[in-house]
């Protein structure tokens, strides 16, 4: 690869000032500096691209992006990390992804590029414009929510009381441990659960010592022991239950990785788990005019129809789509299918969910399991009903996800906080993200 080594260029402040790739270079190919704000390195250029070197090991050299070395690969800036290789934006340039310089297209970000063809172009322009757009309706939504949270319930809508109880599965991290937090603050006993006692009862006493009536359980929702001890108890000590949030979890694949090792703890954790906390409590729900509520966490990684994420067998999904057609044994059969293709190696030709695999299948069985319930509790009376739903919380900065993500632990609780305690709940069987109903 033809490459010139440009001298160190700073400006006695750490910084080299530079502007835009397009002006970067003159007519020579050489550096011109003004403009944009980076940090300060070597800079190296060859067929028409930039990289970015730092003498003491490697430095960032956008926002967001992290250490590692720069290299050029062609048209494109490769962005290489130790260990492995991570996206960088850095204003026109085009950004190589993946295991290699040559691994895949390059990802164009910035303004129109000389370096590419009037199609690249197009396609860049269209494929920006998507995502910006997709990005101004997240931030306008986010704006309208964290609006609508700040004004308080009015006293003739707060069907609640420090007598309500709502139990939260996984609760001592995490978005979990956010939804307690914030029904806490609603002046609702809560039941913090975790299947770690010792963890569990810090996250719990966090809460306390802010002033909010919260009370630790253990609770492991794979243990079928575990849930009824926890029922018996919330039997006897409270008479019940009023809003139980389906909240634990777990994910092995961060990103775009997808083993499936752990596939039998995932459906047994976000499915089975899920399903038999609903089943027990039931009959635990507590008779109220404003109805009981279960919600459950879900994703929007399990849905039906998802345009790149999805059961390829459209008849399959066209039964699990029928809600008066549903059946747990459909559910189930259909996750233990999956399983056993798990374990005789066939599941990558099963036409499974291509992302997150296992995950994603545990999510559309969680969500296919929401409507199934809904269906069937729909027909008792007034003064006894139990709305059943769940919603996806949005890419969330927790644990699960490497702390990656769009949004905090504290926006990711909040459709949860707004169905269980909307007021003249008549909502069942639905899935939400921000706060707004979205396909299953
Ligand atoms: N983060 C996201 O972007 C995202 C997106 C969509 C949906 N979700 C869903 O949101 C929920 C919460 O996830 P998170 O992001 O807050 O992840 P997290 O920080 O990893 O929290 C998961 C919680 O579930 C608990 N848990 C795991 N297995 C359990 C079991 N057998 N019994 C009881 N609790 C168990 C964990 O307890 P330990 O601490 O003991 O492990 C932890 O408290 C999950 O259902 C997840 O699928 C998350």
Redo the contacts with the bound molecule.
Sequence with gaps: MDMKLWPTCHNGNDNVIMKPLNDNLGGNGKLKLSGNLIPRGTRRTGIGSLAVREGQGFRRCFEGSPRGTRELAGKSLAVRERPGFRACVWDSLAVREGGGQNASRPRVYGPTSPYLTDQENGRKEKQMDKKERAKERREKRRQEISLIRSIPYSDHQRWWSAETIAVV????????FQIAHQLGLHGLTVVLT???TA?GEESAKVLQEGGLKVVFHQ????DQESIDTFCSWIKENYGGIDILIN?????HNIGSENSVEFAEKVIA??YT?AKNMIKATIPLMKPNTAGARIVT???RLGRLNGRKNRISDDALRQQLEDADALSEELIDGTVNKFLEQVKDGSWTTGGWPQNNTDYSLS?LAVNAYTRLVARELAGRPEGEKIYVNCY?????K????GWA?QVT?EE?ADTAIWLSLLPDMRISGKFFAERREIHF
């Design positions: 599965t996984g609760a001592n991290r995490g978005i979990g975790s299947r770690e963890v609770l492991d929702v794979t909240n634990a979890g777990f994910n954790i976000n788990g966490v879900s994703s999510k996806c919380p949005g890419w969330v927790t644990a699960m996800t993500g632990p990711g």
